[in-house]
C-alpha cells in the first residue's frame, strides 16, 4: 500500500502544482523579460522603469506615509460613492421590482438616464460641486448606480413565480414574503450588479482622481508624470490592479456566503 | 369513526361554477360536494379543466360564475386549513430542508415530527438542491402536513417522479391520509394512481364532471385485484371515448376488415 501510495502523492502534487502554478507562469516570465531588459539598459528608465524600481518607489512612497495617505483617500472615495449609488440603485430596483406603478413610473426614465456616460458629466459635475470630494463622490455614486438597480430591478422581477404562489398559499405576504422570498430569490442577481459596479467604481475614480484631486492614487500619478516619475506612475498604475483585484474578491467572497444554497456555487473552487 | 370536529357534512361545495379564460371556458356550471375525510380523485385529458377546478377551490384563481363555499371546523381564516401541494416541489432553494418547512409556521416540534413522518428528519440541513424528485416532494408533503390542514389539495403532485417513487409516495400519502383523515383532492392523469387511493373518482371532460364514480373497495388495494383493474379500465374507456360516451362498445366495428380503413385513408 505505502509503495503505492507514493508515486500517487508525487503525480497529485504535481498536478495541483501545475493548477496553481500554471497561470502564474506568463506573469513571471513577462516580468522576468521586463526586469533582464531594464537592467541591460534596452529600455530607457523613462519608458519603463525596472520592476525592482517600482518595488524600490513604492517602498520609498510606503515609509514616509504618503503611500498609506493616498491609498485611504481613494478608498473612502470609492466606499462612500459605492455605498450611496449601490444603496440609491438598491432601493430603486426594489420600488421598480415589487411595484408594478413603481416601474412603470421609473423605468423608462432611469433607462434614458443610464445611457448617457456617466464620465461625459465631468464637466457639468465640476461646474456644481467644484473640484472637491463631493464632485468625485457623485460621480462614483452614479457609476455604481445604474448596475445594481438593473440586476435588483431583473432579479426581484425573475424570481420564480410558482415558489411566490406557494409562500402566497401559505399565508406569507409584505415583509415576510419579500424577506423569506423576493429578496433571497434576487440575491444572485443583485450580486452580479455588485460586481459590475465595484469595476465601474475604479474606472470612475481613476478619471475623476486624475482630473482634480490633492490625493488619492491618481493623483499620485499625476503628480509623478510632472516630475517624470515613470515608476511612480507604474506603482498608481499597479495599486488600482490590486483594488480592483480585491474588490472583486470581496464580492465573490460575498457570494460563497450568501449563495451557498446555489447548486452553481456549491461546487466552486477558488480561481 | 369519530369525526374530529363537528360541522356540516360537506367541506366542500361548488354550485354552478364557471370559468373563463378570455373566451375560453374552461368549466361550465360545475356543481359538486365533497364530504369531510373524503380522498378524491380527479382525472381527466389534460386540458379539459381538471387543475383549474384545483386552483379555483384552493383561491388561487377566482370563479368567473357560481359559488364555491369551504366548511372547516372553525370559520376564521378558513385558507389557513387548506394546504396544497403542486408537480413541482416548490421548495425555497435558499433554505434548508427544515426551515422549508417551518416556512409561515413555528413549532419545531411538529415540523420534527412531520419530517420524521416522511422519513427525511435527518436529512433537515441539506440544501432542496442536494435532494432527490421524490425527496423533494416528501419535505413539501411535510411542509404541509405542520399546518394540520383539513383539506388538502393535490395537484398532480407525483406527476414527475419515477414509478418506484410514486408507489411509494402513494403509499406515504394513503397512510398519513388514514393517520389524520383530512380531506384530499387528488388532480391526475394516472387512472391507476386514482383507484389505488380515491374513495371517489370525478372525470372531468370538457369544463364538466363527466363521470362521478364511488370507489368501493377494500384498502389497502390489491393493484393487480380484478376489481381494481375492471374499475381502472372503465375509467380509462371514459376517458379515451369522450367524444362519443354514450356509445356501446360494438364487437363489429373491431372486427371490420382492415382494407376500409385503408381506403378510408
Known amino acids: 500500500m505505502k509503495q503505492q501510495a507514493r508515486p500517487n502523492q508525487a503525480w497529485l502534487s504535481l498536478r495541483q502544482l501545475s493548477r496553481w502554478g500554471l497561470p502564474w507562469l506568463v506573469p513571471i516570465l513577462l516580468l522576468a523579460v521586463w526586469q533582464i531588459s531594464a537592467s541591460f539598459g534596452w529600455l530607457s528608465a523613462r519608458v519603463l522603469p525596472a520592476p525592482t524600481a517600482v518595488v524600490a518607489a513604492g517602498w520609498e512612497l510606503f515609509m514616509s506615509g504618503e503611500l498609506g495617505q493616498h491609498l485611504w483617500a481613494s478608498f473612502e472615495r470609492a466606499a462612500i460613492g459605492f455605498v450611496i449609488g449601490g444603496s440609491l440603485g438598491l432601493i430603486l430596483g426594489f420600488v421598480t421590482g415589487l411595484s ?81 422570498v423576493l429578496l433571497p430569490g434576487a ?56 483594488l480592483g483585484k480585491a474588490a472583486d474578491l470581496g464580492a465573490r467572497l460575498l457570494k460563497r456566503l450568501w449563495l451557498q444554497w446555489h447548486p452553481a456555487y456549491q461546487k466552486e473552487t477558488w480561481k | 369513526m369519530i369525526a374530529p370536529f363537528v360541522f356540516s357534512e360537506h367541506q366542500i361545495q361548488l354550485r354552478q361554477v364557471s370559468k373563463n379564460f378570455g ?47 369551504l366548511q372547516f371546523s372553525d370559520a376564521q381564516e378558513s385558507r389557513s386549513h387548506l394546504r396544497l401541494m403542486f408537480q413541482e416541489a416548490r421548495l425555497l432553494p435558499w433554505k434548508g430542508v427544515l426551515d422549508n418547512v417551518l416556512l409561515g409556521f413555528r413549532g419545531l416540534n411538529v415540523a420534527r415530527y412531520a419530517l420524521e413522518e416522511v422519513g427525511l428528519w435527518d436529512r433537515r440541513d441539506e440544501w432542496p438542491s442536494r435532494l432527490s424528485g421524490g ?31 410514486r408507489l411509494e409516495m402513494q403509499q406515504l400519502i394513503e397512510r398519513l391520509w388514514q393517520e389524520h383523515r383530512f380531506t384530499v383532492l387528488l388532480v391526475t392523469h394516472d387512472v391507476s394512481e386514482a383507484v389505488a387511493l380515491a374513495d371517489r373518482i370525478l372525470v372531468v371532460e370538457d369544463g364538466r364532471i363527466g363521470l362521478d364514480l364511488p370507489v368501493e373497495l377494500p384498502r389497502p388495494r390489491q393493484r393487480t385485484s380484478s376489481a381494481v383493474a375492471e374499475l381502472e379500465d372503465r375509467v380509462l374507456r371514459r376517458i379515451m371515448d369522450d367524444q362519443h360516451p354514450y356509445a356501446p362498445e360494438s364487437p363489429q366495428e373491431v372486427a371490420t376488415p382492415l382494407p376500409i380503413y385503408r381506403i378510408a385513408v
Open chain 2, 23 to 69: 373566451e375560453r371556458r374552461v368549466l361550465d356550471e360545475v356543481n359538486l360536494t365533497i364530504p369531510e375525510g373524503q380522498f378524491v380523485a380527479i382525472v381527466g385529458r389534460s386540458g379539459c379543466g381538471k387543475s383549474t377546478l384545483l386552483r379555483l377551490i384552493a383561491g388561487l384563481e377566482e370563479a368567473s360564475e357560481g359559488f364555491i363555499g
Open chain 1, 100 to 180: 408594478r406603478l413603481g416601474a412603470q413610473l421609473l423605468d423608462s426614465s432611469l433607462q434614458m438616464i443610464r445611457n448617457v456616460p456617466h464620465l461625459a458629466l465631468i464637466p457639468l459635475v465640476i461646474l456644481w460641486f467644484g473640484i472637491d470630494e463631493t464632485a468625485k463622490i457623485f460621480l462614483v455614486a452614479l457609476g455604481t448606480l445604474f448596475p445594481i438597480y438593473l440586476n435588483t430591478y431583473h432579479g426581484i422581477r425573475n424570481v420564480d413565480a410558482g415558489l411566490i404562489e406557494m409562500a402566497r398559499s401559505y399565508g406569507l405576504k409584505g415583509v415576510a414574503l419579500f424577506w423569506h
Open chain 2, 135 to 165: 425527496q423533494k416532494q416528501r419535505v413539501a408533503l411535510a411542509r404541509a402536513l405542520v399546518h394540520r390542514p383539513q383539506l388538502l389539495l393535490l395537484d398532480e403532485p407525483l406527476g414527475a417522479l419515477d414509478a418506484l417513487t
Open chain 1, 187 to 242: 440575491l444572485p442577481s443583485i450580486l452580479v450588479g455588485v460586481r459590475f459596479a465595484l469595476g465601474f467604481t475604479w474606472l470612475t475614480l481613476i478619471v475623476a482622481e486624475t482630473i482634480a484631486a490633492t490625493d488619492g492614487i491618481g493623483y499620485l500619478a499625476m503628480d509623478a508624470r510632472e516630475f517624470l516619475r515613470t515608476d511612480v506612475v507604474l506603482l498608481a498604475i499597479l495599486l488600482y490592479a490590486l
